[in-house]
Protein backbone atom coordinates (compact mmCIF):
# COMPACT_ATOMS: atom_id res chain seq x y z
CA UNK A 1 0.00 0.00 0.00
CA UNK A 2 1.49 2.88 -0.81
CA UNK A 3 2.43 5.88 1.88
CA UNK A 4 0.57 8.91 1.40
CA UNK A 5 3.05 12.13 1.90
CA UNK A 6 1.74 15.12 3.87
CA UNK A 7 2.73 18.04 1.68
CA UNK A 8 4.92 20.23 2.91
CA UNK A 9 4.50 23.81 3.85
CA UNK A 10 6.50 26.40 1.82
CA UNK A 11 9.45 28.04 3.57
CA UNK A 12 9.52 31.73 3.55
CA UNK A 13 12.56 32.66 0.80
CA UNK A 14 12.68 36.00 2.96
CA UNK A 15 13.48 34.26 5.70
CA UNK A 16 16.02 31.89 4.04
CA UNK A 17 17.74 34.86 2.41
CA UNK A 18 17.77 36.91 5.43
CA UNK A 19 19.91 33.79 6.89
CA UNK A 20 22.31 34.35 4.18
CA UNK A 21 22.93 37.92 4.07
CA UNK A 22 23.40 37.71 7.94
CA UNK A 23 25.55 34.81 8.30
CA UNK A 24 27.59 36.13 4.87
CA UNK A 25 27.90 39.60 6.86
CA UNK A 26 30.57 37.67 9.17
CA UNK A 27 33.46 37.05 6.92
CA UNK A 28 33.29 40.50 5.23
CA UNK A 29 33.57 42.12 9.14
CA UNK A 30 36.51 39.43 9.74
CA UNK A 31 38.27 39.83 6.44
CA UNK A 32 37.87 43.83 7.27
CA UNK A 33 39.25 43.35 10.76
CA UNK A 34 41.98 40.91 9.31
CA UNK A 35 43.60 43.78 6.67
CA UNK A 36 43.91 46.14 9.63
CA UNK A 37 45.46 44.05 11.91
CA UNK A 38 48.28 42.86 9.04
CA UNK A 39 48.33 46.31 7.34
CA UNK A 40 47.92 45.73 4.23
CA UNK A 41 45.62 48.20 3.21
CA UNK A 42 45.16 51.95 3.63
CA UNK A 43 42.20 52.64 6.52
CA UNK A 44 39.58 53.65 3.77
CA UNK A 45 39.30 50.48 2.57
CA UNK A 46 39.30 48.32 6.09
CA UNK A 47 36.42 51.23 7.02
CA UNK A 48 35.00 50.67 4.12
CA UNK A 49 34.80 46.91 4.12
CA UNK A 50 33.38 47.25 7.67
CA UNK A 51 30.97 49.58 6.84
CA UNK A 52 29.60 46.94 4.47
CA UNK A 53 29.45 44.55 6.62
CA UNK A 54 27.26 46.46 9.06
CA UNK A 55 25.27 47.48 5.89
CA UNK A 56 24.32 43.61 5.10
CA UNK A 57 23.95 43.23 8.91
CA UNK A 58 21.10 45.39 9.22
CA UNK A 59 19.23 44.81 6.53
CA UNK A 60 19.43 41.37 6.98
CA UNK A 61 17.23 42.43 10.37
CA UNK A 62 14.73 43.99 8.30
CA UNK A 63 14.32 41.22 6.15
CA UNK A 64 14.35 39.02 9.09
CA UNK A 65 11.42 41.03 10.63
CA UNK A 66 9.30 40.99 7.69
CA UNK A 67 10.32 37.58 7.14
CA UNK A 68 8.77 37.17 10.53
CA UNK A 69 5.59 38.94 10.08
CA UNK A 70 5.01 36.53 6.68
CA UNK A 71 5.64 33.24 8.88
CA UNK A 72 2.91 34.12 11.44
CA UNK A 73 -0.29 35.55 8.81
CA UNK A 74 0.47 33.13 6.47
CA UNK A 75 1.71 30.17 8.56
CA UNK A 76 4.99 28.77 6.40
CA UNK A 77 7.77 27.88 7.86
CA UNK A 78 11.01 29.94 8.33
CA UNK A 79 10.61 31.04 11.66
CA UNK A 80 14.65 29.42 12.57
CA UNK A 81 16.31 31.24 9.51
CA UNK A 82 14.55 34.52 10.84
CA UNK A 83 15.59 34.17 14.19
CA UNK A 84 18.67 32.99 13.29
CA UNK A 85 19.54 35.75 10.90
CA UNK A 86 17.91 38.76 13.25
CA UNK A 87 20.49 36.92 16.46
CA UNK A 88 23.30 37.27 13.85
CA UNK A 89 22.76 40.81 12.65
CA UNK A 90 22.15 42.16 16.39
CA UNK A 91 25.72 40.70 17.63
CA UNK A 92 27.77 42.30 14.55
CA UNK A 93 25.91 45.87 15.43
CA UNK A 94 25.82 45.49 19.28
CA UNK A 95 28.97 47.22 19.74
CA UNK A 96 29.09 49.42 16.74
CA UNK A 97 26.10 50.53 18.05
CA UNK A 98 27.54 50.98 21.90
CA UNK A 99 30.47 53.02 20.38
CA UNK A 100 27.37 55.25 18.56
CA UNK A 101 26.13 55.93 22.57
CA UNK A 102 29.78 56.94 23.36
CA UNK A 103 30.26 59.07 20.77
CA UNK A 104 27.10 61.22 21.35
CA UNK A 105 27.94 61.38 25.23
CA UNK A 106 31.52 62.44 24.99
CA UNK A 107 33.49 64.93 23.28
CA UNK A 108 34.66 64.31 19.65
CA UNK A 109 38.61 64.61 20.36
CA UNK A 110 41.07 62.24 19.63
CA UNK A 111 44.32 63.49 21.16
CA UNK A 112 44.92 63.27 25.09
CA UNK A 113 47.46 64.50 27.06
CA UNK A 114 48.22 65.37 30.43
CA UNK A 115 50.14 68.51 29.94
CA UNK A 116 48.16 70.61 27.44
CA UNK A 117 50.34 73.35 28.17
CA UNK A 118 53.74 71.74 26.58
CA UNK A 119 52.41 68.31 25.59
CA UNK A 120 54.92 65.73 24.73
CA UNK A 121 55.98 65.47 21.08
CA UNK A 122 55.73 62.86 18.80
CA UNK A 123 59.67 62.58 16.77
CA UNK A 124 59.99 59.28 15.47
CA UNK A 125 56.55 58.05 14.96
CA UNK A 126 55.78 61.96 13.08
CA UNK A 127 57.76 60.54 10.29
CA UNK A 128 55.54 57.16 10.50
CA UNK A 129 52.08 58.71 9.85
CA UNK A 130 50.90 58.83 6.23
CA UNK A 131 48.86 61.87 4.82
CA UNK A 132 45.63 60.39 5.54
CA UNK A 133 46.44 60.48 9.62
CA UNK A 134 45.40 62.98 12.38
CA UNK A 135 48.17 66.15 12.22
CA UNK A 136 50.63 65.36 14.48
CA UNK A 137 50.67 68.65 16.53
CA UNK A 138 48.77 68.81 19.15
CA UNK A 139 45.06 70.43 18.77
CA UNK A 140 45.29 73.18 21.21
CA UNK A 141 43.44 75.27 23.95
CA UNK A 142 39.53 74.29 22.67
CA UNK A 143 41.02 70.49 22.86
CA UNK A 144 42.07 70.87 26.25
CA UNK A 145 38.86 72.88 27.45
CA UNK A 146 36.95 69.39 25.94
CA UNK A 147 39.45 67.27 27.87
CA UNK A 148 39.46 68.84 31.16
CA UNK A 149 35.38 68.86 31.13
CA UNK A 150 34.95 65.64 30.01
CA UNK A 151 38.29 63.96 31.64
CA UNK A 152 39.08 65.64 34.79
CA UNK A 153 40.84 62.71 36.17
CA UNK A 154 43.67 63.19 33.48
CA UNK A 155 46.81 64.53 35.65
CA UNK A 156 50.36 64.44 35.29
CA UNK A 157 52.33 61.65 37.38
CA UNK A 158 54.13 63.08 40.48
CA UNK A 159 56.54 59.85 41.52
CA UNK A 160 58.46 59.97 44.60
CA UNK A 161 61.00 57.44 42.57
CA UNK A 162 63.97 59.25 40.89
CA UNK A 163 63.63 59.96 36.82
CA UNK A 164 65.71 56.08 35.74
CA UNK A 165 63.20 54.17 37.94
CA UNK A 166 60.12 55.89 36.95
CA UNK A 167 61.53 55.20 33.26
CA UNK A 168 62.25 51.63 33.60
CA UNK A 169 58.81 51.62 35.38
CA UNK A 170 57.25 52.54 32.08
CA UNK A 171 59.29 50.75 30.19
CA UNK A 172 58.23 47.35 31.91
CA UNK A 173 54.35 48.39 31.69
CA UNK A 174 54.83 48.95 28.14
CA UNK A 175 56.73 45.82 27.23
CA UNK A 176 53.84 43.81 29.22
CA UNK A 177 50.88 45.46 27.55
CA UNK A 178 52.88 44.36 24.17
CA UNK A 179 52.78 47.52 22.63
CA UNK A 180 55.75 48.80 19.44
CA UNK A 181 58.07 50.57 21.35
CA UNK A 182 59.56 53.23 18.02
CA UNK A 183 61.72 55.49 19.80
CA UNK A 184 63.42 55.67 23.55
CA UNK A 185 66.04 57.46 25.12
CA UNK A 186 66.76 57.26 28.43
CA UNK A 187 66.29 60.46 31.22
CA UNK A 188 69.13 62.42 32.28
CA UNK A 189 68.76 64.40 34.80
CA UNK A 190 69.62 67.93 34.50
CA UNK A 191 70.24 67.46 31.07
CA UNK A 192 67.55 65.83 29.40
CA UNK A 193 64.00 64.03 29.64
CA UNK A 194 63.24 60.50 29.03
CA UNK A 195 60.94 59.56 26.23
CA UNK A 196 59.47 56.34 25.00
CA UNK A 197 57.37 56.70 22.07
CA UNK A 198 55.62 53.22 20.95
CA UNK A 199 52.59 52.46 19.16
CA UNK A 200 49.41 51.03 20.98
CA UNK A 201 46.22 48.78 18.82
CA UNK A 202 42.51 48.86 19.57
CA UNK A 203 41.34 45.64 20.98
CA UNK A 204 39.28 44.47 18.11
CA UNK A 205 39.47 46.57 15.07
CA UNK A 206 43.39 46.76 15.80
CA UNK A 207 43.60 50.41 15.05
CA UNK A 208 46.91 52.31 15.49
CA UNK A 209 47.03 54.39 18.60
CA UNK A 210 50.17 56.68 18.86
CA UNK A 211 51.70 57.12 22.35
CA UNK A 212 54.61 59.12 23.58
CA UNK A 213 55.85 59.25 27.53
CA UNK A 214 57.71 61.59 28.86
CA UNK A 215 59.63 61.44 32.06
CA UNK A 216 61.31 64.31 33.88
CA UNK A 217 63.08 64.68 36.52
CA UNK A 218 61.95 66.88 39.19
CA UNK A 219 64.24 67.25 42.57
CA UNK A 220 64.66 63.65 43.47
CA UNK A 221 61.63 62.48 41.95
CA UNK A 222 60.11 62.94 38.27
CA UNK A 223 57.36 64.31 36.45
CA UNK A 224 55.29 60.99 34.35
CA UNK A 225 53.21 63.17 30.66
CA UNK A 226 51.84 60.69 28.48
CA UNK A 227 49.60 61.89 25.41
CA UNK A 228 47.65 59.42 23.58
CA UNK A 229 46.48 60.37 19.97
CA UNK A 230 44.68 58.20 17.38
CA UNK A 231 46.31 57.86 14.04
CA UNK A 232 42.79 58.10 12.07
CA UNK A 233 39.51 59.53 13.12
CA UNK A 234 38.17 62.84 15.08
CA UNK A 235 36.46 60.64 17.87
CA UNK A 236 38.32 58.40 20.18
CA UNK A 237 35.10 57.31 22.07
CA UNK A 238 37.10 57.74 24.97
CA UNK A 239 39.88 55.11 24.40
CA UNK A 240 43.22 57.41 24.64
CA UNK A 241 41.72 58.91 27.58
CA UNK A 242 41.31 55.42 29.58
CA UNK A 243 44.61 54.65 28.46
CA UNK A 244 46.39 57.55 29.55
CA UNK A 245 44.95 57.22 33.07
CA UNK A 246 45.57 52.99 32.80
CA UNK A 247 49.19 53.84 31.67
CA UNK A 248 49.85 55.97 34.89
CA UNK A 249 48.37 54.12 37.40
CA UNK A 250 50.39 50.81 36.40
CA UNK A 251 53.55 52.80 36.18
CA UNK A 252 52.92 54.12 39.70
CA UNK A 253 52.24 51.14 41.14
CA UNK A 254 55.58 50.12 39.74
CA UNK A 255 57.82 52.79 40.47
CA UNK A 256 56.60 53.56 43.99
CA UNK A 257 56.60 50.10 45.49
CA UNK A 258 59.05 50.12 48.31
CA UNK A 259 61.12 46.89 48.59
CA UNK A 260 60.65 45.14 52.07
CA UNK A 261 63.78 45.92 54.12
CA UNK A 262 65.48 43.15 55.15
CA UNK A 263 64.60 42.34 58.77
CA UNK A 264 67.81 43.16 61.41
CA UNK A 265 69.84 40.24 62.21
CA UNK A 266 68.56 39.25 66.72
CA UNK A 267 71.36 40.11 68.60
CA UNK A 268 72.86 37.46 70.31
CA UNK A 269 72.19 37.58 74.22
CA UNK A 270 75.77 38.49 76.01
CA UNK A 271 76.79 35.52 78.34
CA UNK A 272 78.12 36.67 81.51
CA UNK A 273 81.98 35.83 81.95
CA UNK A 274 82.18 32.82 83.54
CA UNK A 275 83.36 32.54 87.01
CA UNK A 276 87.11 31.46 87.56
CA UNK A 277 87.59 27.89 88.85
CA UNK A 278 88.59 27.63 92.00
CA UNK A 279 91.54 24.59 92.57
CA UNK A 280 89.67 21.70 94.71
CA UNK A 281 90.91 21.50 98.33
CA UNK A 282 92.71 18.39 99.70
Do not use: C
Amino acid sequence: MPIRRLPEEPASRLAIWARRMAVFSLPVALLAIIIERAGLLEIVPVLATFAAALAMALIAILMAAIALVVVWRNGVEGLGAAVTAMLIGIALLAYPAYLGVKAYRLPAISDVTTDPIDPPRFETIARLRSREANPVAYAGLYAAQLQRAAYPEIEPLESVANAQATYDAAMAVITKRRWQVINTRAPQPGRRDGYIEAVARTPIMGFRDDVVVRIRAVGQGARVDVRSASRYGRHDFGANAARVKALLDDIDDIANTEKPEKPARPMKASQPPSKPTQPAKR
